[in-house]
């Protein structure tokens, strides 16, 4: 079935290290997405990609990178610069842009910074 | 600034009781609303997307209406189940935002048998 993979799904990482959140999607949509969600806040956008070897920076995108080798892969790299890593993460992609097009989301990484 | 506002931030109701949701937001010029459902630790799914010349959108025991000249919107959910039981996000976008997409906090709603 078409969709959207994250992984993993949970995550635990030590202060000062890297990690990377890896997202997959087979629904042959050109633009793909990475959000944070915090509880008790909306979404916030972290970075995005329209095309392969493009990608946007969005609101939140300190400590963060992310890079679009591939059209089905977008992966996110938490750095150590982030500060407060500890989030709920979701990727999502659109056919369109996310303004127009419908946006579908995986299923979500949970990162804890210990 | 463009904002979305929900109401309530939070909602318990009985098994088999009817409930709305409701979705204040100030983005203009504006472009469509979409209500998704996010059950617990996983990504939100997509229950309805209007734009301005729609008021109202069912998909199954969801429904909802949009009045874009108070630029309000409700989810009703008819008949709840169990399995209703999650947080709903309302999202508003603008015209020629680009990727841009404003998120409202949600509602978590609780059914209890």
Redesign the interface.
């Known amino acids: 079935d078409g969709g959207i993979t994250q992984s993993p799904k949970y995550l635990f990482r030590k202060e000062g290290q890297n990690v990377t959140l890896s997202c997959e999607q087979n629904l042959n949509h050109d633009a793909m997405y990475w959000y944070r969600q915090d509880p008790g806040q909306g979404l916030r956008l972290i970075y995005y990609s329209q095309i392969v070897n493009d990608f946007q920076k969005g609101d939140i995108a300190e400590g963060y990178s992310v890079s679009r080798e591939k059209k089905e892969s977008f992966p996110l790299t938490v750095t150590s610069a982030q500060k407060n890593p500890t989030a709920f993460y979701l990727c999502a992609s659109s056919i369109g842009g996310a303004n127009t097009g419908e946006l579908f989301f995986g299923e979500g990484s949970r990162l804890t910074v210990l | 600034k463009n904002q979305?506002e929900q109401s309530p931030q939070s909602l318990i109701i009985l098994e088999g009781k009817n409930c709305t949701l409701q979705c204040n937001y100030t983005v203009s010029p504006f472009?469509?609303l979409?209500w998704y459902k996010q059950d617990t630790?996983?990504?939100?799914?997509?229950l309805t997307?209007m734009t301005f010349s729609e008021n109202t959108k069912s998909n199954g025991r969801y429904t909802a209406t949009l009045d874009a000249d108070t630029k309000q919107s409700s989810l009703h959910i008819t008949a709840s189940q169990l399995s209703d039981s999650a947080s709903y996000?309302c999202?508003v976008?603008?015209?020629n935002?680009?990727?841009?997409?404003?998120?409202?906090?949600?509602t978590s709603l609780l059914v209890t048998p």
């Not at chain 2, 935002?97 to 949600?106: C, E, I, P």
């Open positions: 979305v472009s469509n979409r630790g996983r990504g939100p799914v997509s997307i996000i999202v976008s603008a015209e935002s680009g990727y841009a997409l404003n998120f409202g906090k949600g």
